[in-house]
């Protein structure tokens, strides 16, 4: 099956169009997009066997096509009320409680999720404000995991900074997709994770953190 949708906007430069499918990469301002809308559609269409091509000029608009497979299954069976349904698997043990410091709701609950498939427990504050009071109030996080550029005074480095005098025990991971913030968090001595970014690569910089953490504090 073949679909098009077409629109008379403004069009894309070849730039920009080589990475519309990448998760959180957008050209609007802080706080006005996720950059997640044609990543999903990109992952749904590649989940079901299809593709997505879009064509785009400047001044010429866009087009969008979806070619997905043509389905010879029968429609599977209406499940009877009360059957038993599957748990969802988790990889891993728990590992603990992470604070996700996210201001974009559909970010927050795309991390989250990921998050938990690892075998965390989460928290999410939407503002480095909001996280400093969350870890006033609680001890039991493990790791604290935050955007860098939000909306507001302080920044997700503000909220490194605050975290390492207040808690030095507790490692901080940040993550950005933006270069300049991204050079300012590694000249500081801070972990990142640069967007767009894997599972995997999740797992691997929280687990890499906590590690560095624990080894400081052996040797102290």
Known sequence: MHLSIIDE???MPRETLR??????FTTKGVGKGTGLGLAQVYGFTRA???DVRVDSEPGRGATVSLYLPR????LAPVARKGADTPKPSQRGERNGRVLLVEDEDSVATLVGEMLQELGYEVLR????AAALRALEAEREFVLVFSDMVMPGRESGMDLAREVSKRRPDLPVVLTTGFSEAAAQAREQGFRLLMKPYRIEALATALEAARRQRRSSA???
């Open 9 to 11: 906007g403004q069009g």
């Open 19 to 24: 990475r519309i499918f990448e998760p959180f």
């Open 125 to 128: 504050a939407a503002s480095a």
């Open 71 to 74: 389905s010879a299954k029968a």
């Open 48 to 50: 079901s066997g299809g």
């Open 218 to 220: 052996a040797a102290e």
